[in-house]
């Protein structure tokens, strides 16, 4: 079975530009969690979505939004990039809403100049 | 809010030695801890989980143990190997009906050859 893919893997962009990033998870897996690693913060959670509707979210500003599609791939969008949203974006896919193993994906690294 | 702090944050063994890695979280009704490996470059990767129900679980050279009364979970690794050099992150869940987790900030160790 295909692990959870993430695209794209490596993405510039400078500051006020937005940018969108996609998650594919494991096939038959409904819920998507997307997470922002960065070397001081560790990993921090974004978002949960599970059938199309986020059912959880973290203390993020609202230039971070995402989405689900009814193939349970998932999107997230940062808008006017600021260069502290330098990161590695992670999102990890788990069999049902409230199942515990996640699997993550190998992350998208976002540079903003 | 709820946090997860792990400790230490690098740790040097000698090839053969055992490593520990310990973690201290904060919501009393958190019920799931899972320990993900992630070298260099790499994807998490989920090496062991455990639940509050069980004060211990062990999978060959790795081990976690549980302490709920103190709120600490422990990541033991016996006869360390140098593929066993990466960073660890343990993390909590948080169980207020959204299942989200919380991560610690990582402790990246080093197995000396």
């Known amino acids: 079975k295909a692990g959870v893919t993430q695209t794209p893997r490596y993405l510039i962009k400078t500051r006020g530009q937005q940018v969108t990033l996609s998650c594919s998870p494991i096939s038959g897996h409904r819920s998507v969690s997307w997470y922002q690693q960065t070397p001081g913060q560790g990993l921090q959670f974004l978002f949960e979505?599970?059938?199309?509707?986020?059912?959880n979210k973290g203390n993020f500003p609202g230039r971070f939004s995402g989405r689900q599609f009814s193939n349970s791939r998932s999107e997230m969008n940062v808008s006017t990039l600021e260069l502290g949203d330098s990161a590695l974006y992670l999102c990890?896919?788990?069999?049902?809403?409230?199942?515990?193993?996640?699997?993550f994906g190998p992350g998208t690294r976002l540079l903003v100049l | 809010g709820e946090n997860v702090e792990q400790h230490p944050s690098t740790l040097s063994v000698q090839e053969g030695d055992s490593a520990v890695i310990k973690c201290t979280y904060s919501d009393s009704a958190s019920n799931y801890f899972p320990w993900y490996k992630q070298e260099l470059g790499k994807r998490p990767q989920l090496i062991i989980d455990i639940r509050s129900n069980v004060g211990e679980k062990k999978d060959q050279r790795i081990a976690v143990t549980l302490n709920k009364t103190a709120k600490h979970f422990s990541l033991h690794i016996t006869e360390t190997q140098p593929e066993d050099s990466a960073v660890y992150f343990c993390a909590a869940s948080e169980t207020s009906g959204t299942y989200k987790y919380i991560f610690g900030t990582g402790t990246r160790l080093k197995v000396l050859a």
């Open positions: 990890a896919s788990s069999l049902d809403w409230g199942r515990e193993t996640q699997y």
């Open positions: 979505y599970f059938s199309e509707t986020q059912r």
